[in-house]
């Protein structure tokens, strides 16, 4: 066999390895179409070229690609390249604090690898498409990091936190999972303290330490319906309770996660839940709602959607009105 299609069966193996966890030497020689030997000798070629491949003797045994010292490169086919290359051109503009320089770098690098066929693909997705950078707050990504791993671990964090009457105080927490609703990062876990779940704004916190107190994981909430509820429900005066003669799905579509809620309702309707701190701003945004909708609570909603009536209607000059 000639080198080259030595090469190439190693870097066959190599790509099969980072598909899956776990593969045993019989099912490798089958993919490759070799005997359980040349197996062998091929994992060992990839050790002596940095690879950290792992092996476990006995039934369930196998080969697995192991983390290593330094990153290795990646092999990825055509919708694997194009997908990476058009995720690290939108995290180049994202919300995580320097990621963005590190996402062009990273872009750069697979720009020079991939085929002209591909390249060209690329730019043609990115000729199509513009990125409307929102109002985001920007996160430490060292933050993401430590309470990414304190998820991991199950080790308690401790941090100052502001709250929102600017007030900063040290919260001790067992986090459970960070969620994104695109413009923020949110963190659900459980406040020693306060001896109850509690969400906190990313951008908020400071001073993030992971102790090496370990917590036993107990039961809670659905991460991201309990930070949707927090953050379109419990920071404010008033939440409404609206009834849309809609499908949830279409009301979705119109009302971001971090605004309100939709539960399912009965015979084409469904019940948008959102909150305020302003009576007149909820009015508007019922109203914006391009479906039949049903004020539920509160009635002083009800009055607000009557007064910006009566405004609507003087505006378009219509007799009676006011």
Do not use: N
């Amino acid at each position: 066999m000639t080198v080259e299609a030595t090469t190439e069966r190693v870097l066959r193996l190599l790509g099969l390895l980072q598909r899956r966890p776990s593969w045993t030497a019989t099912e490798l020689a089958a993919e490759l179409g070799v005997t359980d030997r040349s197996v062998r000798r091929d994992v060992e070629r990839l050790r002596a070229l940095g690879y950290p491949v792992h092996a476990t003797a006995g039934v369930g045994g196998g080969y697995q690609l192991g983390a290593g010292t330094r990153l290795p490169p990646l092999l990825l086919d055509d919708e694997e390249a194009i997908a990476t290359a058009v995720s690290l051109r939108l995290a180049s503009g994202g919300t995580v604090a320097g990621t963005g320089e590190a996402a062009l770098r990273a872009l750069a690098k697979l720009d020079q690898v991939m085929p002209p066929r591909l390249r060209a693909e690329v730019r043609a997705v990115y000729g199509a498409t513009e990125t409307l950078v929102g109002p985001g707050v920007e996160i430490d990504a060292e933050v993401l990091v430590t309470l990414a791993r304190a998820c991991r671990d199950a080790v308690r964090v401790r941090f100052r936190y502001a709250g929102r009457d600017g007030g900063e105080r040290e919260r001790a927490v067992e986090p459970v999972r960070m969620v994104s609703t695109g413009r923020r990062w949110y963190l659900m876990a459980w406040d020693v303290d306060r001896d109850d779940w509690r969400t906190f704004r990313l951008d908020r916190m400071r001073e993030v330490v992971a102790t090496t107190w370990r917590f036993r994981a107990r039961e809670h909430p659905d991460p991201v319906a309990y930070v949707q509820r927090s953050v379109a429900e419990a920071p404010y005066r008033y939440v409404a309770r609206v009834r849309v003669r809609a499908r949830p799905d279409q009301v979705r579509e119109l009302v971001p996660p971090q605004v309100g809620r939709v539960e399912d309702d009965r015979d084409g309707w469904c019940v948008l839940v959102l909150g305020g701190d302003d009576l007149d701003w909820l009015a508007v945004h019922v109203a914006w709602l391009r479906f039949e909708a049903v004020v539920l609570e509160p009635a002083g909603l009800r009055e607000a959607v009557t007064r910006l009536a009566r405004r609507l209607a003087a505006i378009a000059g219509v007799a009676g009105a006011g």
